[in-house]
């Protein structure tokens, strides 16, 4: 194992070294530092000129300066960003902080969004649903991120605004969406057609009720989950979770987590007399989050049973989501107050920047005004990642499904939600070890496109402007940050795949 | 645990809902969120030094945050002549020959500390620019003074170097006679220097002098701190002024909020209050501030993306209400699509031009033909007069300019006062106005040369430059040249090396200084000027252009310029094609934005907006 590691860390350093020289030499040969003086017409334009070449160099080797950076970088110094006489590092850790958060969230949800329809798709194999979603995804696959960008801003920040200054029901839009309802969660339930259509027209009628309930009942003015919202959509995931991890069977595991969902109802109003007279802030947030966890399976482990464990997940998931829904319920209280404010006048989705200026508020504004800004970007990576985390969970889940311990588990009369969750579903998901720490690079490392178009001063904006500005430190700084995370994580990768899966070995 | 316990469950949550039904909902806290005027601003560059007169701090990103936050005594209206702002302080010139000024601070002028503004902080603006203090004037010292990642060390006790060297200011050798009060100092040139009143701005506008003098000599009271500084500029205290010269370089420049509020004290009718990196820097009115050029909103925002079509749609979303974006046709279309938003098309600082090179063996080169200059002379007219100047602004730049001009002087930006006087008598319009191809064939006839070859440079990968290219290329042709695509992406590097014949590149103006471009023509004994990358030599020109260096007189100013485009054109030097397009949006609800060409451009006029 050492030896294996050793080997490894040395290999690792090599290609960093290799990638330097390449990197500095390329960077190097294609920049010109000189280019927005030498069509200047200032009159000390000579001074300009000879104080620039004297500071970076220009007039040595190209080995001088590569050795300087070197020199430096060794030292852990990486040098300055010269046009703005910045250290590299300061901008750094701004930067990467800027990336993690915009990408973060949509990774996760795109994730999410991804297994779950991938898993579907592969049940369905060859089913109109699963040639839709192969369409659907291989479509958003190859849109271009800039223009992605700028549909959304114009349709979900331009126009939603426009919508939400004057709510009115656009009855082509509404009854497109709840057919489109309709159609999926018929294809994803599956069945025999008379199945189907009663899926087809439940699904559609809920989601015109929805649709129509938000725009005539002036939620969209003074949007809220409350006390009654918090006991459906409590109640419906205690019976989703349960489903999915235990069984409505299992009714242990369906009262504990119907137990969590009232204990988290009946914390509403002492949490929101909390918040009223407690400056909120994330520490003591997710404090409250991870107790809800304990609570959630406390519950779980209160109602006991052979098969604790179960009750005790089930709890926990439904205390999260309870959590997850309170903090979103405070968060929307302040949104009348928000869409008034001086600085938002009316137009709260924005399509730059990853906060609106001079807003003040306390923690909660600030809260839904890093969500207005944060969406659209989120929206746009989502629709783009989505889709390979479908393709590639489709493959998994289908590779899998054909196995001969599927035939096996099915053989011996587990029922269809046993054999999937707990033989197939696991199973398929090692893959993902390999997947998630290469998209951790890529967080990094940013996202050139969506930074630039929406205005977040992340890794890939600093990237592109250094770039553009031919400065050599930052870009240098940026490749060997994301070359030595993308070794770190392939390392973690293979390590990952050896505690996961038997079969492999790390000395091999 | 029984069925009992189970039964519990639904009646434990019809009890939560109970509970929940009665208890009173706690309304949010009221936030403080802002009340006050707001006016958004998109730019494409962030700011990134407070101090823009050093060698690496001139961006117009730097100058126009400094304009909003620092007064000074002159500013360029719209036809970029120079206009007094007397609230801040007047100048009057004592004598031409020795040039003398006497610049005075007017009362108020006044720091948004409270501190006065005096002739301590000009004296500290002339000072810094003027390279008259540095001691470290040989460039190898300078480079030693470089750190190995680039940035500058400070200076060693005893050594001075202030990183600035402005033409004109290091043109006053002498310290200046300060008043009594401290009020007014007079400057006395060494030589006469014609843009002199262009260099006003460097005298307002400087760094704070008793912040530069607190932090770099320790002295904390305002008055006793700029009588430090004062005298050690006095004296030539090496020690001391090595001290300042650090802080002067160093301190003022960030890319965000500074942690100690003294540097952000300025003198204008903002003061910056937040920054944001990258992000934003906002700017609220000064209270402190008793001058004319007042804030005519309480807050403004600069935002910064520099992504066109981002930033027409942050001004549709209402997020800023003034933006300039590069223009492009989609981004033109894009904005005279938008309701209610003003889309002014106008002129941007730099300046397409194409030049013709004497030096090179080459067709218009006499050399080439016996040191004939006449024979040479006819082939350069002959290729001018194929240049299609119109067809180019009419197919390339019409689109995203619909006023767009071909521009008919070298040295002088349409619509410039001067601009209709200079461009009647320098000939350009009269002689070059129409593709002559009969007359360039005439030409090429008279001078016995058969199908010149033209080698032409220009940036390879620039659209723009290639469509002007090829259509030079087929006019050209017409009349027996032979075009040569020398198209280059490295174009920059290689101007001035003798490789091409013509080149196409832009120029950018930086003032209206009369002597600026002296630099694109003039051959002196050390060699051409900077930008005179022709190898065009022209007697007559290099003494004009040493005549007006030291022309006080703004009409002799004048005939002069004329006098030397006269030549220009005469000698068939090149021609200039047309002004880069520019593009400025803004909401119907701001009004009184007129953008200039140059820096500060959209903002010159700030205290005459008006938001609704």
């Not at chain 2, 030094?49 to 304009?67: E, K, L, P, R, W």
């Amino acid at each position: 194992m050492i030896r294996f590691l050793a080997r490894r860390f040395a290999l690792a350093l090599g290609t960093l070294f290799v990638l330097s020289v390449v990197v500095h030499l390329m960077v190097d040969t294609a920049a010109d530092p000189l280019d927005d003086l030498r069509t200047s017409t200032a009159p000390n334009k000579e001074v300009l000129i000879a104080s620039r070449v004297a500071m970076l160099q220009l007039d040595a080797p190209w080995i001088t300066r590569y050795w300087n950076w070197l020199h430096s970088f060794i030292q852990g110094d990486f040098g300055i960003a010269w046009r703005s006489q910045q250290k590299v590092s300061d901008l750094m850790v701004g930067a990467v902080s800027t990336s993690v958060s915009l990408i973060l969230f949509a990774t996760l949800l795109a994730l999410l969004l991804g297994i779950t329809v991938g898993i579907v798709s592969a049940l369905r194999q060859y089913t109109t649903f699963d040639y839709s979603i192969t369409f659907v995804s291989f479509m958003l696959y190859s849109l271009p991120v800039f223009w992605v960008a700028v549909l959304l801003k114009q349709f979900l920040a331009i126009g939603l605004n426009d919508f939400l200054a004057d709510p009115g029901v656009n009855w082509l839009f509404v009854i497109a969406v709840a057919v489109v309802s309709g159609l999926f969660w018929a294809g994803a339930l599956g069945g025999r057609a008379r199945r189907k259509l009663v899926v087809f027209g439940t699904a559609a009628a809920v989601t015109l009720a929805t649709l129509l309930l938000i725009v005539w009942s002036g939620w969209l003015d003074s949007p809220q989950i409350g006390p009654l919202g918090l006991g459906v959509l409590g109640a419906g995931t205690a019976l989703a979770v349960t489903l999915a991890f235990a069984g409505l069977s299992n009714r242990r595991a369906l009262y504990s987590a119907l137990a969590t969902a009232a204990v988290g109802l009946a914390l509403y109003y002492p949490l929101m007399y909390l918040f009223y007279y407690y400056v909120v802030d994330w520490p003591l947030l997710f404090g409250l989050l991870a107790l809800a966890i304990a609570c959630g399976c406390g519950v779980g482990w209160l109602f006991g049973g052979t098969d604790r464990g179960v009750s005790m997940r089930g709890g926990a998931i439904v205390a999260a989501v309870m959590a997850a829904l309170t903090f979103v319920d405070r968060v929307m209280q302040v949104y009348p107050m928000y869409y008034r404010s001086n600085a938002i006048h009316g137009r709260p989705i924005a399509t730059i920047g990853a906060e609106t200026p001079n807003l003040g508020g306390d923690f909660w504004v600030q809260c839904l005004d890093r969500f207005t800004h944060i969406l659209l970007p989120t929206i746009a990576l989502v629709l783009i990642s989505f889709a390979s985390y479908t393709r590639y969970q489709r493959g998994a889940m289908l590779e899998v499904l054909s196995k001969d311990y599927i035939r096996t588990a099915r053989a011996k009369g587990l029922s269809e939600r046993v054999v999937i969750v707990r033989h197939a579903l696991r199973n398929a998901l090692m893959p993902l070890a390999a997947v998630i720490p290469v998209d951790l690079v890529a967080m990094i490392g940013g996202a050139v496109m969506t930074e630039t178009i929406f205005g977040w001063a992340g890794m890939g904006k600093l990237f592109i402007d250094s770039l553009r500005q031919s400065e050599v430190a930052p870009i240098m700084a940026y490749v060997m940050i994301t070359g030595a995370v993308a070794i770190i994580a392939n390392l973690a990768a293979d390590f990952f795949y050896a505690l996961l899966d038997p079969r492999i070995r790390v000395n091999a | 645990m029984g069925n009992k316990f189970f039964t519990a469950v639904p009646l434990l949550m019809a009890g939560a809902l109970a509970f929940s039904a009665c208890a009173p909902v706690p309304s949010p806290q009221q936030s403080d969120l802002d009340t006050d005027t707001t006016v958004s601003v998109m730019w494409n560059q962030p700011m990134y030094t407070m101090n823009a007169v050093t060698n690496f701090g001139n961006a117009t990103a730097n100058h126009n945050i400094i304009y909003l936050t620092r007064d000074n005594f002159i500013y360029y209206d719209k036809d970029l002549n120079l206009v007094q702002n007397k609230s801040y302080g007047s100048y009057e010139k004592l004598s031409d020959d020795p040039l003398k000024i006497k610049l005075t601070m007017a009362d108020t002028a006044l720091w948004s500390d409270g501190v006065p503004v005096d002739a301590a902080d000009m004296v500290l603006g002339w000072a810094s620019t003027s390279s008259v203090y540095n001691t470290v004037k040989d460039s190898d010292e300078i480079k030693a003074l470089q750190n190995e990642d680039g940035s500058l060390k400070p200076v060693a006790d005893g050594k001075v170097y202030f990183n600035s060297n402005i033409n004109g200011i290091n043109l006053i050798k002498e310290f200046p006679e300060i008043s009594e009060d401290g009020k007014s100092a007079t400057f006395t040139f060494s030589v006469p220097f014609a843009d002199w009143e262009n260099d006003l701005t460097y005298f307002g506008a400087s760094l704070p002098a008793h912040i530069v003098a607190k932090r770099a000599l320790g002295t904390a009271d305002p008055t006793a701190a700029k009588a430090a500084l004062l005298k050690a500029f006095q004296d030539k205290d090496a020690a001391s002024l090595s001290k300042i010269a650090n802080v002067w370089n160093q301190d003022w420049n960030y890319t965000k909020m500074p942690e100690e509020a003294e540097l952000v004290v300025g003198s204008g009718a903002y003061n910056i209050t937040e920054y944001k990196e990258k992000q934003y820097i906002t700017l609220t009115k000064n209270p402190q501030y008793k001058g004319e050029l007042t804030a005519p909103t309480d807050i403004m925002t600069i935002r910064y993306n520099e992504d066109p079509m981002a930033n027409v749609q942050a001004l549709q979303n209402d997020e800023v209400q003034l933006i300039s974006p590069q223009p492009t046709a989609d981004v033109l279309t894009a904005l005279n699509a938008l309701k209610d938003v003003t889309v002014i098309s106008g002129d941007e600082a730099t300046y397409e031009h194409i030049d013709l090179t004497f030096d090179n063996g080459g067709p218009f080169d006499p050399k080439t033909y016996n040191k004939d200059a006449a024979k040479a002379l006819k082939v350069r007219q002959a290729f001018l007069k194929t240049i299609p100047r119109q067809e180019i602004v009419d197919k390339i730049i019409k689109p995203l300019n619909p006023n767009a001009e071909v521009r008919n002087s070298f040295n002088l930006v349409p619509g410039s006062s001067n601009y209709a006087d200079t461009t009647a008598a320098n000939g350009m319009s009269t002689q070059y106005d129409q593709v002559d191809i009969e007359g360039a064939k005439a030409l090429l006839a008279d001078a016995g040369v058969k199908a010149p070859k033209v080698r032409i440079l220009y940036g390879k990968s620039n659209v723009r430059r290639q469509q002007e290219f090829s259509l030079i290329k087929e006019s050209a042709e017409q009349a027996g040249f032979e075009v040569i695509d020398n198209g280059d992406d490295n174009w920059g590097a290689k101007l001035g090396d003798g490789t091409y014949d013509a080149s196409i590149f832009g120029w950018q103006t930086v003032s209206p200084a009369a002597t600026e471009p002296a630099a694109n023509f003039i051959m002196t004994e050390d060699g051409p000027g900077l930008n005179n990358l022709s190898g065009y030599n022209n007697k007559k020109i290099n003494e004009l252009y040493a005549e007006l260096n030291v022309t006080i007189d703004t009409a002799r100013q004048k005939a002069i310029n004329e006098e030397v485009e006269k030549i220009l054109v005469d000698d068939a030097f090149g021609l200039t094609l047309y002004q880069f397009p520019g593009a400025t949006a803004f909401s119907k609800t701001l009004s009184g934005v007129d953008p200039i060409t140059i820096s500060p451009t959209i903002f010159w006029n700030f205290w005459t907006w008006k938001l609704t």
